[in-house]
């Protein structure tokens, strides 16, 4: 699957991807989106980067560290990082919800604020729902990735 | 004035602490954790003895939606109780110092026992029948535990295992007799509550209600179930002995003094709820049987610990059948008999352990004398025997006359049949006297074993039982001062009416003196025929006719065992694709059965109309795409195939106006044609030849989940026109003022419902662990099958 067109293809619609997944992550409250759907497409684009060159390519040429080969999959720099990203997520889910508990609300109670007169969007609603969201994104993000590079690894 | 809730939580979480924290203690004292333990009892002791100045019932909410509290209720009865196990508790953590010196696996033994107590003061104060629930099948968690443990040991793993699937059988009785209880309190109280106080307080309607719905047998039933199983009543009184292979404490406090009177406990505290004609017959009939059959085989036991526990399980059968009289001779001897027989059996298990101790054996036959070596021992043994055997004017005989004189009103008050009753219970105090004669004759008449190496036991092995005999015999000179000061309580809590209980010895020959009577003089004289008599039983025991119940328990577990490991190889094969199979179609064959069961409405018309072009063409698409996926040659194009129909999926979800649905298909789509792109070069590229009879299975399969998820849908879908239901408006309307969000699905996933998304992050991440765990398993696992290869598979214990 490395042909040089493939590559090409990747190089173009990596980032374009990446972008319209963060944009869909951040509209999710209001319009089709959210951190699921951000989350699945950001991996996506990760499956992409490995389809079109291979599992090392994100160390060593996005990187452009060393790729210590020998260790097993488990123990590769990047697989760490997804599950620390997964953990990560699970931890701020967690944290969004007892939170609330903090100003006595229940767990996972959520609220919102309107900032008005914000430079350039003028009005800015903040969701305390988009820091879950953004745990929602980041444990769909982490436990696809681990599961596909441990998978692939394989 | 009601008890203080702090006091009785702390006097009930108390041992559960100390349980915790015990392994760090025993890492800290060693061997003198179990003074931690007495220390732990005896506050827990002090605290109920003390502090409890008045009877009452306090709680909080616990399940406010199913009127579910963390409540007690304090009164005689469950104050006796509780008493009891603390007292005995702090005397058996003492005598575990010594007797389990030098034992292995210390830590868990008390964090078990301190458990334990802790469980046995719950259930005696809990009053919620749920909570009353869980601390009940906690003592059989820890007896489990306990009784297993010597883990290594074949036969401790059998017993344990055999008292866990007893104990916890009748657990599950108890839960279906309390949901029972619970549904009828909705039309006796006025709404679902799991208060036993309550309903016990208006027990005259809860019958009603419960007679109303036809529940008042199968409560009645499944609760003396229950209590049969706790309590070692026939026929489930096999294990009991079984249960002996446990440390003599374990044995002298879960299976003499506290755990096996749950069930008695249990009895007593519902008496008042249920008492009817059909209690009458089915309790008091099943304590007698259970007191002869005890007795019975105590006579015929050749073991001082089996001994022990048969006349345990008699006992228990005289406390069941004092609570099964509807008299209130019959409740004072429930109550009373509690108390006396904690006084004189826990003492004799422990003395039976320091005999082994000492003499190093536990067979009756071999042992006589003893009283030389052992006279402080000897002279516990003389009180609590003779009060076992209800001589007077020990304890153990005010209770047994209470039962006499409930069985006598009872048979005088009926006449006919009911003349059986006292008859079965003077055969069975006949059989008492017997075998305690036995017991004591450990310590008379010849030495018939070399007793060069007995020797005087320590301090702490014998103080325990002695205490426990000092309050024996308090209790037999001063009857009146135990009553006055709890068992009176205990009586009130469990007559049905008015029960003053005056005890006392007899000044004058009434028929219930008569038969105590008949009981010594017969039991004396038989005494000498007990040979006969244990061979007599023994033979019975042994005949042909399956009457042994633990043969019928070794049945079921065998061919439970032998018939799973069957259906496990059909069903667990290690093909992945006969899991999803067997997955898929007991799934999709539930889901109809659930559908038939609840009668769901049959689908209207099936109409056709409102399905646009559009529509009809994707779904058109993707149906044929359905079929090619089926027929596709090689991986590629099924893989190519399958997409299609992921995709039309898609357009199928964006022209019925549901966006977030199609990103979510499409991007999912999209990724799984990435992961099957980035493993198709591991995978052959043609299919292998497939016989057709796994085509036809995999085919009906197919079909059967199709027509499932169809008929699902077809059942599930409100009807287009009708009118959004309540919830559905609610978001909708709650979305933009309540989450901020004018994404209606997006504002449930993170606002509204946020648990169900985080419970689904859970999984995620369960899913990334499990596979993460497989991939590493698979290598590892392959090595340590490879070093494990020679070992032969254990039976875990299955056959004694």
């Known amino acids: 699957m490395t042909t040089t067109i493939m590559r090409t293809t990747a190089r173009v619609t990596v980032p374009v991807v990446l972008v319209v997944a963060i944009s869909l992550f951040l509209q999710g409250h209001n319009l089709p989106g959210g951190g699921f759907i951000g989350g699945v497409l950001t991996a996506a684009a990760f499956v992409l980067i490995y389809v079109a060159y291979d599992l090392d390519y994100l160390e060593s040429g996005v990187l452009g560290r060393e790729v210590e080969h020998g260790t097993s999959v488990f123990e ?18 967690l944290a969004s919800g007892f939170g609330g508990m903090l100003i006595g609300d229940p767990f996972l109670t959520q609220g919102y604020v309107h900032l008005e007169g914000v430079p350039i969007y003028r009005e800015v609603e903040l969701a305390s729902a988009l820091l879950f969201d953004l745990g929602v994104y980041l444990v769909v993000v982490g436990s696809v990735l681990t599961i596909v590079s441990v998978v692939s690894a394989e | 004035m009601a008890p203080d809730l702090t006091l009785v939580t702390t006097a009930v979480a108390l041992p559960f602490v100390a349980a915790a924290v015990s392994p760090l203690l025993y890492r800290v004292l060693g061997e003198r954790t179990g003074y931690a333990g007495a220390v732990v009892a005896t506050a827990s002791f002090g605290l109920l003895a003390t502090g409890v100045d008045d009877y009452g019932t306090v709680g909080v909410s616990w399940v406010p939606a199913l009127d579910v509290g963390i409540q007690f209720t304090v009164d005689g009865w469950g104050l006796l109780f509780a008493l ?204 007698l049987v259970t007191m002869t059959v005890g007795a019975l085989l105590a006579v015929a036991s050749t073991d001082t610990k089996e001994l022990l526990a048969y006349s345990t399980a008699s006992h228990l059968g005289l406390m069941v059948a004092g609570f099964g009289f509807d008299i209130g001779y019959g409740a004072e001897a429930g109550a009373f008999h509690l108390l006396n027989h904690a006084l004189f059996k826990a003492p004799l298990f422990l003395v039976a352990g320091i005999v082994v101790h000492e003499a190093g054996t536990r067979n009756l036959n071999n042992l006589g004398g003893l009283w030389r070596e052992l006279p402080v021992t000897a002279a516990v043994t003389v009180v609590a025997a003779l009060s076992m055997a209800g001589i007077p004017p020990f304890n153990g005989f005010y209770s047994k006359e209470l039962l006499f004189e409930a069985a006598y009103e009872v048979a005088h008050e009926a006449g006919g049949l009911a003349w059986l009753y006292p008859a079965v219970a003077t055969l069975a105090s006949v059989l008492t006297v017997v075998y305690s004669l036995t017991f004591l004759a450990l310590f008379f008449g010849e030495r018939r074993a070399p007793a060069a190496d007995v020797h005087r036991p320590p301090v702490t092995l014998i103080g325990p039982p002695a205490v426990l005999a000092v309050a024996a015999v308090v209790v037999s000179v001063a009857p009146q001062l135990a009553v006055d000061a709890i068992v009176q309580g205990a009586v009130d809590a469990t007559a049905t009416g008015e029960a003053q209980l005056a005890v006392g010895l007899p000044t ?17 004289a038989a005494y000498p025929l007990r040979g006969r008599l244990a061979t007599g039983v023994r033979r019975g025991v042994d005949a042909p006719v399956p009457v042994r119940p633990s043969g019928w328990y070794d049945w079921v577990v065998s061919t439970t065992t032998a018939t799973s490991a069957r259906f496990g190889s059909a069903v667990h094969n290690g093909l992945l694709r006969r899991y999803v199979g067997w997955t898929a179609a007991a799934g999709s064959l539930l ?184 991939v590493t398993m698979r290598t590892r696992g392959e090595a340590s099958e490879a070093a494990s290869d020679g070992e032969s598979i254990p039976d875990g214990g299955d056959s004694p």
């Not at chain 2, 036993?196 to 019958?207: E, P, V």
Request: hydrophobic share 60%; net charge neutral.
């Open chain 1, 76 to 93: 590769q720099r990047t697989v760490t990082a997804y599950r620390r990203i997964l953990l990560a997520g699970l931890v701020v889910v």
């Open chain 2, 508 to 524: 004058h020959l009434s028929p219930p003196v008569a038969m105590s009577g008949v009981a010594v003089v017969g039991g004396v």
């Open chain 2, 84 to 287: 009891l196990a603390s007292g005995i508790g702090a005397l058996v953590f003492v005598y575990s110092t010594s007797y389990m010196h030098g034992e292995e696996g210390l830590a868990r033994y008390y964090a078990a026992l301190l458990a334990f107590m802790g469980s046995i003061l719950g259930v005696a104060l809990a009053s919620d029948l749920v909570f009353l629930f869980l601390f009940w099948e906690l003592t059989s968690l820890c007896s489990f535990v306990l009784i297993g443990h010597h883990t290594e040991d074949a036969e401790s793993r059998y017993s344990a295992r055999m008292a866990m699937v007893v104990t916890v059988g009748g657990g599950l009785c108890l839960l279906a007799a309390l949901l029972m209880l619970a549904a009828a309190a909705r039309g006796a109280l006025g709404g679902v509550t799991f208060d036993l106080t309550a309903m016990i307080a208006n027990s005259g309607a809860m019958r009603a209600a419960l007679r109303e719905s036809g529940l008042f047998l199968p409560a009645l039933g499944l609760i003396v179930v229950a209590a049969a199983a706790k309590s070692a009543q026939v026929p489930l009184h096999f294990w009991l002995p079984n249960a002996m292979v446990a440390p003599t404490p374990v044995s002298a406090f879960l299976h003499s003094a506290t755990m096996v009177k749950v069930g008695v406990y249990l009895l007593g505290r519902v008496r008042p709820l249920l008492m009817s004609p059909e209690w009458v017959l089915i309790v008091a009939t099943l304590g």
């Open chain 2, 591 to 774: 889901a109809l059965a659930g559908f038939a069961a609840t009668g769901a409405p049959a689908p209207g018309a099936l109409g056709g109309t409102g399905v646009t072009l559009a529509v009809a063409v994707v779904l058109g698409v993707a149906t044929l795409a359905g079929v090619a996926v089926a027929a596709a040659a090689s991986h590629v194009s099924g893989v190519l195939t399958l997409s299609i129909l992921g995709f039309m999926l898609a357009i199928f979800f964006i022209l019925a106006s549901a966006p977030d649905l199609a990103l979510t298909q499409l991007v999912i789509e999209t990724l799984i044609l990435l992961m099957f792109l980035l493993v198709l070069q591991r995978l052959p590229s043609f299919y292998s030849e497939i016989r057709p009879l796994s085509i036809a299975r995999d085919a009906s399969v197919s079909l059967l989940v199709g027509a499932t998820a169809f008929v699902a849908v077809l059942l599930t879908i409100p009807d287009p026109d009708a009118d959004p239901t309540s919830v559905a408006t609610y978001y909708t309307e709650q979305a933009v003022p309540g989450g901020g969000g004018t994404n209606v699905v997006n504002v449930i996933l993170v606002d509204f419902r946020a648990f169900d998304t985080l419970g689904e992050l859970l999984v995620v991440t369960v899913a990334a662990i499990a596979i993460l765990v497989l």
